[in-house]
């Protein structure tokens, strides 16, 4: 038997640790058993923990359904998220944009906005940004859609709106706006911590970045990403 720090042959049993021999090197005083159980949980596992996620359901009920710990799958979104984009490739520049906001809570019941730009004649989030509902939040979401050029932006007439978009560009009208705010719907729907009249909400507003970036990839590509 070696020590696994400095390689030394004189080694002297020290005690148990549960109901494994613990052992320690003479020489450098470093402590091992012979034999570590593997710990972790399978990427099946993970995966299917975040599919619920993804799914409406909140880290405690996962819990209560999969005997995984709350905290486990919270450290598997944040890992899942790195991973991605803060917003997703873009296959076809919209000709026609819609722009909508969407209010959630955070922290002690903080209020805040997710702003969000869609193609008016496809499925799927392009673009967004989580701040508060003024001009300064809504500008560096401005600064990354407005080179799509579209031919028309459609809002609902939100006075923010106005400083941005030039008002022969803007169609100010809820009827157009069916895709927006479907979008938004969905989100609402698959995030538990979105929902409306709900015991789940973000502690943080770093960790609803994560849920928004990986619940869009879900949404868009219906798989979850591997991680380690």
């Known amino acids: ?13 020290n005690g148990k640790r549960g109901d494994k021999q ?16 593997v710990l972790g949980y399978s ?4 995966k299917i923990c975040l599919k619920m996620y993804c799914n409406g359901m909140g880290f405690r009920q996962i819990e209560r359904c999969t005997d995984v ?12 998220a790195k991973q991605l984009p803060e917003h997703p490739p873009i296959e076809t520049i919209p000709d026609v944009g819609e722009l909508d906001e969407l209010q959630t ?10 702003w969000t730009a869609v193609n008016h004649f496809s499925q799927g989030i392009l673009a967004w940004v989580l701040g508060d509902r003024s001009s300064k939040t ?17 809002t609902d007439g939100y006075c923010v709106y106005k400083m941005f978009i ?15 705010e479907g979008e ?31 619940l869009i990839h879900y949404l868009k590509y219906k798989s979850i990403p591997t991680f380690s």
């Not at 709350?70 to 899942?80: P, Q, R």
């Open 184 to 214: 938004n719907t969905r989100l609402r729907h698959y995030l538990a911590r979105l929902h409306r009249k709900t015991l789940c909400y973000s502690k943080s507003e770093q960790m609803l970045r994560y849920s928004i970036r990986l």
């Open 69 to 80: 710990s709350h905290n486990s799958v919270i450290n598997w979104v944040k890992e899942a």
């Open 1 to 13: 038997m070696k020590c696994p720090k400095c390689g030394s042959t004189h080694i002297r049993k």
């Open 22 to 37: 613990n052992h320690i090197c003479a020489d450098c005083g470093r402590q091992f058993i012979d034999h570590y159980s």
């Open 105 to 114: 809570f955070v922290g002690s019941k903080k209020l805040i906005w997710l």
């Open 166 to 180: 030039n008002s022969e560009d803007q169609i100010i009208s809820k009827t157009y706006m069916t895709r927006v």
């Open 138 to 154: 809504f500008e560096p979401l401005w600064t990354l859609i407005k080179v799509w050029q579209c031919y028309f932006w459609v």
């Open 43 to 46: 990427q099946d596992v993970k």
